[in-house]
């Protein structure tokens, strides 16, 4: 029996892909490294994955872990390296204000940490290890799946300690270590029913519609024409991890899971505004204005639910290839789909389930 270790059970992500990978070998188990702190959400997230899959009834074993200390935190024997096949290291801050210590704990030493184990685990197969495509930084133009260190600045300490942990992971793949690495876009609800945990990203703009009567006052900064936003749903995230994860011709590939034709600020604010829906009238906001009024002034974030961090993205200058990408998952049907399609059902939730928050674990 073949064991594949988790980290970042139970978050969104790996509770969806988990069942997915089961269901290739029978006779595999899926061992989930968990933080104390989330022990009883795991519990109820496995209960939750063995009713709705059956098949997977005895074979999900939690484990207390930890990703940023020596040995992943495991007691002795908790885990043997020798049946590891396949590591998902999932694990991460997904904030955007996350401080540099928080960031670099967990998102460089906590990788750092996955990849000593997984250099015991003597038949690994794959590290399947996900990154962002904002490892770009503030890259001016066209970023490849075979870009990394292009002399970037960083909007946040999240984009920057992603990518310290992704040239760790990449140094590794050429040392030998069998890894394929995933660089997610913004990514959204699921385009089938919408459904996701937290309001982040778009989802600010959004809600800032639903909630004026009658016409919508949006701040926009910079070319709203010019700028691109790229949005992936969760599905095809999943879909596409699922897919390529099975296929050894994935190893050592990197592989921007992006939307090939992404729309621009105007384009995404005429879609949500049409799902709503509701006119809007863009407010012409500089970004030196933006920001500091936000993080400043009493009752701005509240009243407007932007995270100052989150305004960068509408000037964002970077521009995602996804070659890698497009000819693997050819054939398969498996394809980012536009947002045009899926905005009604994202909008649906929201109205739906109000109280969601933009945070994730931590």
Not at 159 to 168: G, N, Q, R
Not at 209 to 217: G, K, N
Not at 273 to 294: G, Q
């Amino acid at each position: 029996m073949a064991t594949i270790l988790f980290t970042g059970f139970p978050g969104f992500l790996g509770s969806t892909l988990l069942p997915r990978i089961l269901a290739r070998e029978e006779g595999d188990e899926a061992v989930c490294l968990v933080q104390a702190k989330f022990a009883p959400l795991a519990e109820a997230r496995r209960l939750e994955i063995e009713t709705e899959h059956p098949e997977t009834a005895g074979r999900i074993r939690l484990v207390e872990g930890d990703i940023t200390r020596a040995g992943l935190g495991l007691d002795n024997g908790a885990v043997p390296a020798r049946s590891v096949r396949q590591i998902y290291h999932l694990a991460a801050i997904y904030d955007l204000a996350v401080t540099r210590s928080a960031g670099m704990k967990v998102n460089v030493e906590g990788t750092r940490r996955v990849l000593e184990f997984a250099g015991d685990c003597a038949a690994l197969e794959c590290l399947q290890y996900v990154s962002t495509c904002y490892v770009s930084g503030r890259w001016a133009g066209l970023f490849t799946e075979d870009d990394l260190e292009k002399d970037q600045s960083f909007n946040n300490y999240y984009e920057e300690t992603k990518f310290l942990a992704e040239i760790d992971v990449q140094q590794a793949m050429r040392s030998g270590l069998p890894a394929t690495v995933y660089r997610p876009a913004i990514v959204v609800g699921d385009s089938r029913t919408g459904a996701t945990q937290k309001y982040d990203g778009p989802y600010a703009i959004i809600r800032l519609i639903m909630r004026q009567p009658l016409v919508a006052l949006v701040p926009v900064i910079g070319d709203p024409s010019m700028v691109r936003v790229n949005l992936v749903p969760s599905d095809f995230v999943v879909d596409a991890i699922a897919h390529l994860s099975g296929e050894t011709s994935s190893i050592g590939k990197v592989y921007q899971l992006a939307d090939p034709a992404p729309l621009t600020v105007d384009e995404l604010l005429d879609e949500i505004s049409c799902a709503i829906p509701k006119r809007i009238v863009r407010v012409p906001t500089l970004l030196s204005v933006a920001k500091p009024a936000l993080e400043y002034l009493p009752g701005a974030q509240w009243l407007t639910g932007i995270p100052p961090d989150s305004v960068d993205y509408f000037l964002h200058p970077t521009h995602y290839s996804c070659a890698n990408t497009l000819a693997d998952l050819a054939g398969t049907g498996i394809a980012a789909p536009p947002f045009p399609s899926y905005v009604d059902r994202l909008v649906g939730f929201v109205r739906q389930h109000p109280k969601i928050s933009a945070a994730g674990m931590s």
